[in-house]
Structures are given as structure tokens and as C-alpha cells.
């Protein structure tokens, strides 16, 4: 399976722009990227998904490299609850299985 | 809607008592997951459901064993627990696979099961 690469923790101040990088250099043509964030003491939630155009939607925005060995995440505004343990994961066509690694946890100051 | 629901939300068993997790949705979804999340790490897939009466195994199925006899439920059983299956249980449910890629995971809240 193509395994994906994230930092461990993240910071950032509340309000600011969070820019979530994530490696996947083995990723093949048919990979999806997607992202799912868990808030803490939840269930992991869907944030975005793309293939290889960038992808916006009210959670977030997702910017996939030209050569598709790497994507980030992107939160416009950071919130305090928007602090999580997020995933990058690369879904293959008709895998239907997602396959989490340990994710970046990403903390937001006040 | 409820969405995924799981039962019970906490759990406290001896080594080699059984029990059975259910798991329950209500968005007519055609497949359904557990996955097993322990401390620090990420989710690992246990096994799944691709539609009313058919399970697979997924990357961690040893001493599990589950059962979808109706579509909105998804039953994870443990025959006879050890202390390695300590850990937070999750439940997913996902419509179909027919547009590659673009499926979206809906999860439960989990399951917090303890073995002594």
C-alpha cells in the first residue's frame, strides 16, 4: 500500500493560516488524497478529498503538488476547535479500506 | 439523522469473557467498518462490510469476528478477550464504491473497551 508522511505536531496561533504538509511519493496515478481530522474523545471526520486539481470546500482547501508526491492541507482561519489529530491518506481506487498512520497533531493558541 | 451510532460507549471485561459491539447507522449506507485505534496511534482496520450478509478481513482480524445480517447494523465480537484488545473501538459506514475515490466515511463515537 503507498503510505503517506506527516509531522508529528504542529502549532499555531489562533486566526492564523495552518498549512498541513503530507508526502506520499509512492502515490499512484489512481490514489486519492483525502484528509480526516479527529477531535479529541471523537471519531475521525471527512475534511477533503482530491485527485490531482486543488480542492476547496467550507471545512477547507487542499493544494496538490504538480507532480502529486506530496499535498497540504490548508485552514484559512485557525479556530481553537479546530485543534485535532489530522490524517492524510491515500485511497485507492475501489480499496475501500482507509488506511490511517499516526497523523499530525496540530495544537491552536489563544 | 443519527448517523453511526455504537453500543455500549464504555466496557470493562475479565480475560476470556466475550462480549458483542453493535454498531448501528441510519444513512442507508451499503458498507460498513470497525477499526481499533490504540493509544497514540492512528485507526487500523479490523474488518468490514461491503453490503448485507458479506464481511472481509481487514489488516488486524485475529480474535474478532463480526456479522452484518442487517444492512444498518454491524456486529464486532470478541469470543474470548485478552488484554491485547484493550483499546477504543470505532465504527464506520460509507454509501457505495461505485465513484472511486470520492467515498466519504461517516464514523461512530467509539467504544472504549478495557481488559484486565
Known amino acids: 500500500d503507498a503510505k503517506t508522511t506527516q509531522p508529528n505536531s504542529m502549532e499555531s496561533n489562533e486566526e492564523e493560516p495552518v498549512h498541513l504538509p503530507c508526502n506520499h511519493s509512492?502515490?499512484?496515478?489512481?490514489?486519492?488524497i483525502h484528509w480526516y481530522r479527529q477531535l479529541p474523545s471523537q471519531g475521525p471526520e471527512y475534511v477533503i478529498h482530491?485527485?490531482?486539481s486543488n480542492v476547496n470546500n467550507r471545512m477547507a482547501s487542499l493544494a496538490i503538488a504538480e507532480d502529486r508526491k506530496s499535498s497540504t492541507l490548508i485552514l484559512h482561519r485557525a479556530t481553537l476547535r479546530d485543534a485535532a489529530v489530522y490524517y492524510c491518506?491515500?485511497?485507492?481506487?475501489?480499496?475501500?479500506?482507509?488506511?490511517f498512520g499516526a497523523g499530525t497533531i496540530l495544537r491552536v493558541k489563544s | 439523522n443519527a448517523g453511526v451510532t455504537q453500543t455500549p460507549k464504555f466496557r470493562v471485561l475479565k480475560t476470556g469473557q466475550s462480549m458483542t459491539l453493535l454498531c448501528a447507522q441510519d444513512?442507508?449506507?451499503?458498507?460498513m467498518y470497525w477499526y481499533r485505534q490504540d493509544p497514540g496511534m492512528g485507526l487500523r482496520l479490523i474488518h468490514y462490510?461491503?453490503?448485507?450478509?458479506?464481511?472481509a478481513k481487514g489488516e488486524v482480524p485475529d480474535g474478532y469476528n463480526v456479522s452484518r445480517l442487517k444492512k444498518q447494523n454491524f456486529l464486532l465480537g470478541l469470543e474470548s478477550a485478552a488484554p491485547s484488545q484493550t483499546s477504543v473501538y470505532f465504527c464506520?459506514?460509507?454509501?457505495?464504491?461505485?465513484?472511486?475515490?470520492?467515498?466519504?466515511?461517516?464514523f461512530g463515537p467509539g467504544t472504549r473497551l478495557t481488559v484486565l
Open positions: 462490510s461491503v453490503g448485507e450478509g458479506t464481511t
Open positions: 464506520a459506514s460509507s454509501y457505495s464504491r461505485t465513484s472511486p475515490g470520492t467515498d466519504t466515511q461517516y
Open positions: 491518506i491515500l485511497d485507492m481506487e475501489y480499496g475501500n479500506k482507509l488506511v
Open positions: 444513512m442507508n449506507h451499503e458498507y
Open positions: 509512492t502515490i499512484s496515478g489512481t490514489d486519492y
Open positions: 482530491g485527485l490531482t
